[in-house]
């Protein structure tokens, strides 16, 4: 009878508990959710940051025309900021005339002339050019089209860096802090005007770059905060697509693989030096590495003219031999920890 009544009672207490666990988990999702008619300011925010921004780095230049030669035919009739604009236009004209990339992998005859030199100017900037160009070709004539995305894509990437350095600021603080840090990118100077900034007609990859840079670092900080294995596999899959871009952009973006290698490192080795070990560290930043790496191989393959190890690899390497012996660390304290 004792044993009857043992049975019949634990089928109930399994329930009650599954019924709780799945009431916690049910209200944990709901407040990670977004609720638009509580929190419809914060949109609201960020969109008119983001237009503030365009106003700013935008409006003067193209308002006032400064940046059209009214007496130029073709691309001689759009004006840019710099020499570095003037050689990516040579590269999206170049590219629009023969269907071909140039000057990656060989030598331009412009460059260290008479001797010529490559311009060592991954596409994947000028391309997306030569991309946002066909959203504007129905209004306006295909040479136009190219000319005006080329002055306007640097103010765009400009003010949607807005939006990575929010969800950043979210992530690691509350919603506030986001718009605050947000609302500070809209402010600086450096980053609104010419030079290295997101001037309209300043056509160059520096806020495309930072746009890059930002994104790869909240995807970093999401896949470590992220307590599913999977979803933290996924944000850090996601981490690596805005580092290969980079790769594919800018010829010194092992300067982003440097910084994160640099993380990797001291963080685990304060982890193994407090015995504290958290096997994320590990997974994250591996797999942000090596899928940068990996995605942007073939594109750096072209422009090398053939396989070569290079920084990046040894970074990557050198993170995930480091991080095998902290996983072995892990195990075998746990192990004693065990006996």
């Given amino acids: 009878m004792r044993k009857r009544a043992q049975r019949k009672s634990k089928p109930i207490i399994d329930e009650s508990k599954h019924v709780s666990m799945k009431t ?3 209200k944990e999702e709901k407040s990670h959710r977004f609720d638009f008619k509580k929190n419809w300011w914060i949109a609201v925010s960020l969109l008119g940051i983001f237009l503030l921004i365009l106003f700013f780095n935008s409006y003067y230049n193209a308002t006032t ?4 030669n009214p007496e130029g035919e073709g691309f001689d009739k759009f004006y840019l ?5 003037y050689y990516n236009m040579r590269l999206v ?7 071909r990339y140039p000057y990656y992998s060989e030598s331009d005859p412009l460059l260290n002339y008479p001797l010529g030199r490559s311009g060592a100017r991954a596409p994947l900037f000028n391309m997306m050019a030569l991309g946002f160009s066909r959203v504007l070709t129905p209004f306006m004539n295909e040479i136009d089209a190219i000319g005006y995305s080329m002055q306007f ?6 003010a949607l860096l807005i939006f990575p350095v929010y969800f950043i600021g979210k992530e ?3 919603r506030k802090a986001g718009l605050i840090g947000a609302l500070f990118v809209a402010l600086i100077p450096i980053h609104l005007g010419s030079g290295h900034g997101s001037a309209y007609s300043l056509f160059d990859h520096d806020s495309f770059n930072l746009l890059l840079f930002f994104m790869t670092f909240l995807f970093l900080i999401k896949s470590l905060k992220e307590k599913d294995p999977t979803k933290s596999l996924l944000y850090a899959i996601l981490g690596g697509i805005p580092l290969a871009a980079l790769s594919m952009t800018w010829v010194k973006s092992q300067y982003l693989y440097v910084i994160i290698a640099i993380y990797a490192f001291v963080q685990m080795f304060i982890d193994i030096f407090k ?5 994320s560290v590990f997974r994250t930043t591996s797999v942000v590495l090596f899928t940068g790496y990996l995605v942007s191989l073939p594109v750096l393959i072209v422009g090398w003219g053939g396989y070569s190890a290079d920084v990046n690899l040894f970074l990557c390497l050198g993170v995930a031999i480091f991080g095998l012996i902290y996983y072995i660390f892990g195990k075998s304290k746990d192990r004693k ?3």
């Fill in 153 to 158: 894509i640097p103010a765009l990437f400009g």
């Fill in 81 to 85: 900021s710099g020499p570095d604009p």
């Fill in 65 to 68: 025309e400064i940046s059209i």
């Fill in 275 to 279: 015995n504290k070990i958290d096997f």
């Fill in 24 to 26: 916690r988990t049910t």
């Fill in 93 to 99: 004209e170049q590219t629009h005339n023969t269907g």
């Fill in 337 to 339: 920890s065990v006996v």
């Fill in 172 to 174: 690691i603080f509350n």
